[in-house]
């Protein structure tokens, strides 16, 4: 029985209200152990708010063992003094406590997965936790040196050179041992997590038409065109033109669209797919998906957030565990 944990992110925002509709819409045909990380009142109060019912058991502290009975365990992390709408210090801490308790059930062999609820940078810089996000934060705690952010869905598969940095730093954080780390390990990503034999990737630049032959820019020429040679055109092709490349829908030929930094792929991405797009953290040693929205401060606790990209994320998680698996 595979066994999940969700977190409840940040209680001010939407994260406990999509995390309980989606393990609500779970199917029961599969057996699954669920477990959800959240302050016993938090839970309760969202419970009720939803109104759904679920059947449930609240305990105090991690378990010593895999439970395997079926039934949703609340694993309460202490009284969560709630601020709707709102990042605040409290909610910054409740946030990273479910985070670290979720990762614990990780690294006991309590959960085989994570699936985690959005999170405020805000709130945390508020708590004094200086993390820019889930993966970075991740990613430290299991010591992974080579990790990347990957979105899923059903329309395309896109990852990202540089992550959660500012635009500014993005040409300066480039290099060709950078790139080839990323394409190595996007490529085993495909082959491992998402069982695709032989996967074919795309490169976009990082200027406007890709620099224009050194014209507006020149790192396509100095780093990305360096390395693409390394490689077979059945593996890597690029660096193309952004525009182009979305406007003439290339992405459907390839199975994943790395970008060099956050929006250049995430636009196009959440245009095709948003409310169904998954966040993955390829390279962790443990599987760990999310929503590839954030907390939605302004409809939190009205009932109207929607969980399909959460329940995506469970979808993929349970996925990817299973295919490592069978690897």
Not at 26 to 33: F, G, L, N, T
Not at 203 to 216: D, F, Q, R, T, Y
Not at 285 to 307: E, L, M, Q, W
Request: hydrophobic share 40%.
């Amino acid at each position: 029985m595979n066994s999940f944990v969700f977190t409840c992110g940040d209680i001010n925002g939407i994260g406990p209200e999509i995390s309980l509709k989606t393990i609500n819409n779970i199917s029961k045909k599969k057996k699954r152990q669920i477990y959800f990380v959240c302050p016993k009142n938090i839970f309760l109060s969202t419970l009720k708010n939803i109104n759904i019912d679920l059947e449930f058991e609240i305990l105090n502290s991690i378990p010593n063992y895999k439970l395997v009975d079926g039934k949703l365990k609340i694993i309460d992390i202490g009284y969560g003094r709630q601020s709707i709408g709102k990042p605040t210090k409290t909610s910054g801490k409740i946030s990273y406590a479910s985070i670290i308790t979720s990762y614990k059930m990780i690294e006991n062999g309590i959960a085989d997965a994570m699936v985690t609820a959005p999170i405020s940078k805000f709130s945390l810089g508020l708590a004094g936790i200086d993390f820019p996000g889930h993966t970075e934060l991740l990613a430290k705690f299991s010591k992974s040196k080579k990790f990347g952010m990957m979105f899923l869905s059903s329309k395309f598969h896109t990852a990202l050179l540089t992550i959660h940095e500012p635009i500014a730093k993005v040409a300066r954080l480039l290099s060709q041992k950078l790139l080839i780390n990323k394409i190595d390990l996007f490529c085993d990503t495909l082959k491992n997590d998402l069982k695709i034999a032989n996967p074919k990737m795309a490169l976009l630049g990082i200027n406007p038409h890709s620099g224009e032959n050194g014209k507006i820019g020149n790192e396509e020429i100095k780093i990305f065109n360096p390395v693409l040679n390394k490689y077979k055109s059945e593996e890597i092709q690029g660096p193309f033109v952004p525009d182009a490349f979305f406007g003439n829908r290339l992405y459907k030929n390839f199975n994943l669209v790395i970008g060099t930094y956050h929006d250049q792929v995430l636009i196009p991405f959440k245009l095709l797919n948003f409310n169904q797009g998954v966040n993955f953290t390829a390279g962790l040693p443990f599987v760990r998906t999310s929503p590839d929205h954030g907390t939605a401060f302004d409809i939190a606790y009205k009932n109207i957030a929607d969980y399909k990209s959460m329940y995506q994320a469970f979808i993929w998680a349970e996925k990817i565990v299973n295919n490592r698996k069978n690897t």
